[in-house]
Each structure stands twice: as structure tokens, then as C-alpha cells.
């Protein structure tokens, strides 16, 4: 917290804008009075909210991508009228499986390269869940971004503020990363082949399954984070595969955020 609330301060200050590089890494260490690994964990979370974006070879960036609301406003809702954690993965259902199919219509060749990085990123920390969670992260913001419509992107960005530090807290409870990685392949290629349909199809799917796994992952906690979160049996959104499959695939089948 001490990386981010001076990146904050060097933002709102004006010494860092849209599409500066931040200083090396041993020269904001030494600054923070902080080891090198904290300073990362720090930039990690900032990087995972959409604060920062790393180019390899080239450094840390502050980003320049669509606005996104305080995350902050809809957690104060939230507490202030009861939301659900269901409610909340039915919102992101609902706008993200949209933006997929967009974004099979409107990505540019920057965007697919983004993404084809973030799954070869996600495969290549499968065992390391919470650096495969930065780029889980990092794969739907991009999806967002390439959708073209930032006020859809801005909406899934505070969505994604939302429930990233619920995640980042159960993450560690992942069984097999593998299987996420490979449907997040599946929506990458859907993209990029430009088919709308599919897109949307792969990503319903997806989060279908990540809900179902994330409960897994929590269920032995003292406090349930997301055991409640399944809709009523009336409004429940069911994955593609037939209902003895899916629960056959729970154990292994691992969240993104």
C-alpha cells in the first residue's frame, strides 16, 4: 500500500501523466525504503487495476486506456443496499460476455497481440497463482478495451476493482490453473478469428465455470466469500456443459477474476 499511495501521490500531483514511464525499479525501492519484491507486489496491484501497464524491455507505464470509475462507489453501494456477491458475477456476466462479442468486431492488431502475450504469460505462471491472476487480470482488460466502447469498458473496470481483492485473496486456493488458461485461449481465438458469437459463448462459459471454482476454493475458509455466491435456482445462469459434467470439472476448474 505504501507503492501505491505514492504512485497516487506522484499521479493527483501531476508529476506523473498518462503514458509517462515510472522510474527503475532500484530507484523507487530506494526511495520507498522497501526491498525490490515489495516494491513489485505493489506495482502488481496497480497494474492489475489498470493504474500501470508494463511493456517488456521497456519498463512501467502509467496508462493511458479508457477512464474507469472509482471502484470505491460500488463497494460504498454495495454496503449501503445489500448487494450479493451472485449479483455482482451476474453484472459482470452480462456486460463482459457483450464486450467479447465486440471486441471479436473491433479488435485491432494491437489488442490480439495484448492478448496472445497475457495467455502465453498465464500458461507460463500456472505456478504461481498470484502472478497468473495479474495477467487474468490484464486478458479481460484488454477485452474491455478492445470492445470500443469505453463507458462498457469503464463499467467493467469498476466491476473488476470491485471483486480483484476478494480474488487476490483466494487465489491461493487454486487446484489446476491449466484448465483456465486453456478457455482463456478459447476466447483469444475467438477474438481473433472475428466471430461475435463464439466469443460471447467462450466467455459465458468461462465465468460460469470460475464461479463454480472459486466457491470450491473457499469452501473450507471459516467466512465464505463466494459459497453464497450462486443466484436463486429461478435466475441461475448455467454453463454449456450438462450439469453432472460441470460438477465433475469443479475440482479443477480454476477462477479468473
Do not use: C
Not at 501531476?14 to 513489485?40: F, H, Q, V, W
Not at 500458461?123 to 462498457?152: C, K, M, W
Amino acid at each position: 500500500m505504501q507503492v501505491v499511495e505514492h504512485i497516487r501521490a506522484m499521479i493527483e500531483s501531476g508529476e506523473l501523466r498518462s503514458g509517462d514511464r515510472l522510474p527503475p525499479e532500484r530507484e523507487l525501492a530506494r526511495k520507498l525504503k522497501i526491498s525490490r519484491s515489495s516494491l513489485r507486489a505493489g506495482l502488481g496491484f496497480l497494474a492489475a487495476m489498470g493504474v500501470l501497464k508494463s511493456r517488456h524491455g521497456a519498463g512501467t507505464f502509467v496508462s493511458d486506456g479508457p477512464p474507469a470509475l472509482d471502484s470505491s462507489s460500488l463497494t460504498v453501494l454495495g454496503a449501503l443496499h445489500g448487494f450479493q456477491p451472485w449479483q455482482m458475477f451476474e453484472a459482470r456476466l452480462v456486460v463482459e460476455s457483450s464486450l467479447s462479442a465486440l471486441a471479436a468486431e473491433r479488435a485491432n492488431d494491437e489488442h490480439i497481440a495484448e492478448l496472445a502475450e497475457e495467455v502465453a504469460e498465464m500458461y507460463a505462471s500456472l505456478d504461481d497463482p498470484q502472478e497468473y491472476l495479474i495477467h487474468d487480470v490484464r486478458f479481460h482488460r484488454t477485452i474491455a478495451v478492445a470492445g470500443g466502447n469505453p463507458i462498457l469498458a469503464a463499467l467493467m473496470e469498476t466491476i473488476t476493482a470491485a471483486l480483484y481483492e476478494r480474488r487476490r485473496h483466494s487465489v491461493s486456493g487454486a487446484i489446476d490453473l491449466k484448465e483456465s488458461a486453456e478457455m482463456h485461449r478459447e476466447i483469444y481465438r475467438a477474438i481473433r478469428a472475428g466471430k461475435p458469437e463464439l466469443a460471447r459463448q467462450s466467455m459465458e462459459k468461462h465465468l460460469n465455470l470460475a464461479r463454480m471454482a472459486q466457491a470450491s476454493e473457499t469452501a473450507t475458509k471459516t467466512t465464505p466469500a463466494y459459497d453464497e455466491s450462486a443466484p436463486p435456482p429461478s435466475t441461475r445462469l448455467r454453463a454449456d456443459k450438462p450439469k453432472a459434467e460441470r460438477r465433475r470439472a469443479v475440482p479443477q476448474a480454476t477462477p479468473a477474476v
